[in-house]
T-cell receptor, first 113, second 114 residues
């Protein structure tokens, strides 16, 4: 039972344009959401997070939006750069907890120069 | 440098031969966890530990064991590996205080069981 879903396995975006990565979840107990970025041969690295008390969090070129009623979050990257090419995972936890993160299946983002 | 170190990076073994993948963190983190990554399935949690001598099952614990005798170490043990345990494994750690950045991950161990 996949509680966190990323329905697009891959996405290609022109350099300089906006990249939008989507994530849906089914567990209404999730109250904290994170995005991780993963390059080949490396472990995932933390990118940005959002608490359920917010609907938007911004950090430089990265913005995460949370729609609790739709159980949907998205990551916007503007402008997209070649170094953004990676696999992106969304993750969720309950009670703001760090110990049990549930991950999605990942979206491979390719930025076309 | 703050990091999670796991060894080995690559391992090929035969069915049934016990193996241990080591994991160590130097950040004094309370939480540690093991994940496996498989195509189309993303990252799935195997076991996690909230502190020394406190461990619990994740989503896919079958065929694995862990121990947390010291805060910095969290080895993953496969008592009798099988081909369906061929996967990319990640160890991770995090703190239970301060800003929540989730887990810091190691670089991964690619395991092949033949």
């Amino acid at each position: 039972d996949q509680q966190v879903k990323q329905n697009s396995p891959s996405l290609s975006v022109q350099e300089g344009r906006i990249s939008i990565l989507n994530c849906d979840y089914t567990n209404s107990m999730f109250d904290y959401f994170l995005w991780y970025k993963k390059y080949p041969a490396e472990g995932p690295t933390f990118l940005i997070s959002i608490s359920s008390i917010k609907d938007k969090n911004e950090d430089g070129r990265f913005t995460v939006f949370l729609n609790k009623s739709a159980k949907h979050l998205s990551l916007h990257i503007v402008p997209s750069q070649p170094g953004d090419s990676a696999v992106y995972f969304c993750a969720a936890s309950v009670n703001f907890g760090n110990e049990k993160l549930t991950f999605g299946t990942g979206t491979r983002l390719t930025i076309i120069p | 440098e703050a990091q999670v170190t796991q060894n080995p990076r690559y391992l090929i073994t035969v069915t049934g031969k016990k193996l241990t993948v080591t994991c160590s963190q130097n950040m004094n983190h309370e939480y540690m966890s093991w994940y496996r990554q498989d195509p189309g399935l993303g990252l799935r949690q195997i076991y996690y530990s909230m502190n020394v001598e406190v461990t619990d099952k994740g989503d896919v614990p079958e065929g694995y064991k862990v121990s947390r005798k010291e805060k910095r170490n969290f080895p993953l043990i496969l008592e009798s590996p099988s081909p369906n345990q061929t996967s990319l494994y990640f160890c991770a750690s995090s703190t239970n205080s301060g800003v929540n950045y989730g887990y810091t991950f190691g670089s991964g161990t690619r395991l092949t069981v033949v």
